[in-house]
Nanobody
Framework: VQLVESGGGLVKPGGSLRLSCVTS????????MAWYRQAPGKLRELVAR???????NYGDSVKGRFTISRDNPKNTLSLEMNSLKAEDTAVYYC?????????????WGQGTQVTVSS
């Protein structure tokens, strides 16, 4: 299973970015998917999650600013990030939660850096 994130970069406060995560080697449409982030010296935290049926939930700090979506035919997870703040600076990771008869297997991408700075 491979997850490849893209779309990170340097953006000014108030700006926008769109992250993408393309998956292979797994049946994307059956997976719950999520974005996590980790800032230096902090624990990895949930940013947003979307179930295989399209139900979404968000971390409190990004509600109303970020939108998670999925394109099953393209095996792609996206995160639209608006009104970015300095505290959104982190490495963003894509997570695939693959259901199996024995439980869920988690697969992570390598991460993409998002830096919000003037």
């Amino acid at each position: 299973v491979q997850l490849v994130e893209s779309g990170g970069g340097l953006v000014k406060p108030g700006g926008s970015l769109r992250l993408s995560c393309v998956t292979s080697g797994t049946i994307f449409s059956r997976n719950d998917m999520a974005w996590y982030r980790q800032a230096p010296g902090k624990l990895r935290e949930l940013v947003a999650r979307i179930t295989e049926s399209g139900i979404t939930n968000y971390g409190d700090s990004v509600k109303g600013r970020f939108t998670i979506s999925r394109d099953n035919p393209k095996n792609t997870l996206s995160l639209e990030m608006n009104s970015l703040k300095a505290e959104d600076t982190a490495v963003y990771y894509c997570l695939a939660e693959e259901p199996t008869p024995y439980g869920t297997l988690d697969f992570w991408g390598q991460g993409t850096q998002v830096t919000v700075s003037s």
